[in-house]
T-cell receptor, first 109, second 115 residues
Framework: GQSLEQPSEVTAVEGAIVQINCTYQ??????LSWYQQHDGGAPTFLSY????GLEETGRFSSFLSRSDSYGYLLLQELQMKDSASYFC??????????FGKGTRLHILP | EAQVTQNPRYLITVTGKKLTVTCSQN?????MSWYRQDPGLGLRQIYY???????DKGDVPEGYKVSRKEKRNFPLILESPSPNQTSLYFC??????????????FGPGTRLTVT
């Protein structure tokens, strides 16, 4: 079946830049979305790439390359409050939404 | 305020006792989903609905039912809950307009324990 792969954990330093990658095994997603989830909370929408290229929203940017079946989320000027889990997700041609298993971001002071 | 609401937020029940988790959104969204979240497995789609009276199975539909009689509501029904349905459940909604397709709004979650 279709799946989205992302690293289980990433560690970075406060103030730095971190990139979280997401690769998928098959084509056929309408685009790629990114969500943030703090412990005990609900996922919140961060960014959506409906087309190839870079989308920028404040400190967060997201990139998609359909030809490489690859996307990433870039977080700049990391703050301690960015410590959370990050999920990529896509809607496939059957209108189902598939999520990656999530990347836990640890930020060191 | 644009929001998705779910009730109850916490529920402890026993095996076999039918239950319903309600979900409502006030954004006139066409697409609604139910997910379960388990440690290490991420979010898995249970059922989704493209619009009123249109529902379809997600990746893990066994043991669940849904209905979409009104655009704003999308209840999740467990006819005979079992312990393996103990999980954190999220309802979500999104527009089907192309530029908004990937932007889902999530409810606060329902933590269900089946003993």
């Amino acid at each position: 079946g279709q799946s989205l792969e992302q690293p289980s954990e990433v560690t970075a330093v406060e103030g730095a830049i971190v990139q979280i990658n997401c690769t998928y095994q098959t084509s056929g997603f309408y685009g790629l979305s990114w969500y943030q989830q703090h412990d005990g909370g609900a996922p919140t929408f961060l960014s959506y790439n409906g087309l190839d290229g870079l989308e920028e929203t404040g400190r967060f940017s997201s990139f998609l390359s359909r030809s490489d079946s690859y996307g990433y989320l870039l977080l700049q000027e990391l703050q301690m409050k960015d410590s959370a889990s990050y999920f990529c997700a896509g809607m496939n041609r059957d209108d189902k939404i598939i999520f990656g298993k999530g990347t836990r971001l640890h930020i060191l002071p | 305020e644009a929001q998705v609401t779910q009730n109850p937020r916490y529920l402890i029940t026993v095996t076999g006792k039918k239950l319903t988790v309600t979900c409502s959104q006030n954004m006139n969204h066409e697409y609604m989903s139910w997910y379960r979240q388990d440690p290490g497995l991420g979010l898995r789609q249970i059922y989704y609905s493209m619009n009123v009276e249109v529902t379809d199975k997600g990746d893990v539909p066994e043991g669940y039912k849904v209905s979409r009689k009104e655009k704003r509501n999308f209840p999740l029904i467990l006819e005979s809950p079992s312990p393996n349905q103990t999980s954190l459940y999220f309802c979500a909604s999104s527009s089907l307009r192309p530029l908004l397709l990937g932007e889902q709004y999530f409810g606060p979650g329902t933590r269900l324990t089946v003993t």
